[in-house]
């Protein structure tokens, strides 16, 4: 049987998540664990998807437009790095609780290239990941951990 030293798991905000965190404790005491949180792109409209413009503008009271028509980059920013704290706020209670200390980490990007190149950098001998099952309001969560489970270099456990 090959040694796991270093698991994984890439982490939302989602029970499912803290599911995957808690199999790699369990599952490998003895390793390094690393938990990725990966934000989206930090441009503004690139946040929601491929939606036009309008999507995005903002009526005033009167019914017609703001002059501000598409909230600034700040402020995802902030939403981005809120969101991140819980995670890893939640990471580390659960962590704490089987008495072991975690790696965080924070990217920003396309959630599948940067963990595969955080497994490839930091040699990852495992990836454990949730499992999402498609929604109608975010069908593209179950292709994530398909697709890293197809590209990624070290074997994935997913977690449903």
């Not at 029970?15 to 990725?36: D, G, H, K, Q, T």
């Not at 999507?55 to 437009?65: A, E, F, H, M």
């Not at 704290?85 to 659960?94: D, G, N, P, S």
């Amino acid at each position: 049987m090959v040694r796991v030293r270093h698991v994984l798991v890439p982490m939302g905000n989602t029970e499912r998540s803290e599911r995957a965190l808690v199999f790699a404790l369990e599952e490998y005491p003895e390793a390094r664990i690393s938990v990725i949180h990966v934000t989206e792109s930090s441009d503004p409209l690139g946040l929601f998807g491929r939606r036009e413009v309008e999507d995005y503008l903002i009526p005033d009271r009167d019914g017609g437009l703001e002059d501000e028509l598409v909230p600034d980059g700040s402020s995802f920013n902030r939403a981005q790095r809120k969101r991140a704290e819980q995670v890893f706020t939640r990471a580390c209670q659960i962590a704490d609780g089987y008495g072991t200390d975690i790696e965080l980490i924070v990217r920003s990007g396309d959630v599948v290239e940067e963990i595969r190149s955080y497994t490839d950098a930091e040699a990852v001998d495992r990836i454990v990941i949730a499992d999402h099952q498609p929604t109608g309001v975010r069908p593209r969560i179950r292709g994530v951990s398909a697709s890293i489970a197809r590209h990624a270099a070290p074997p994935v456990t997913m977690i449903g």
